[in-house]
């Protein structure tokens, strides 16, 4: 969607990211919606992960991050977001 905003939606589990969707969904918010399934997905694509080189999409306008992952916990991905010049 050309113009629309983007929301980054970071949970590994697939039954919340339904729920989200078809939140999103019947409130009409035409926006879009980038899914990762845990912390360093949400990192790469931010591009703000230190061990792999990306080109860095877009910043999305709002965040939605579940805060118990694995491998990253939704804490440490924000504590990331927050201490990065590009996401500050």
């Known amino acids: 969607m050309s113009g629309s905003p983007t929301i980054l939606l970071v949970d590994d589990n697939r039954n919340q990211v ?3 969707m078809r939140a999103f969904g ?3 918010l ?3 919606v980038q899914v990762e399934e845990d912390g ?3 990192l790469r694509y931010l591009g703000i992960d230190d061990q792999v080189a990306v080109d860095p999409r ?6 939605f991050l579940d805060l118990d ?9 924000l ?3 927050r201490s990065h010049g590009r996401t500050r």
């Open 26 to 28: 019947r409130a009409g």
């Open 79 to 81: 504590q990331r977001i």
């Open 18 to 20: 339904s729920i989200a």
């Open 30 to 32: 035409e926006a879009d």
């Open 69 to 77: 992952m694995p491998l990253m916990n939704g804490w440490e991905v």
């Open 40 to 42: 360093l997905g949400a």
């Open 58 to 63: 877009p910043i999305p306008h709002v965040v």
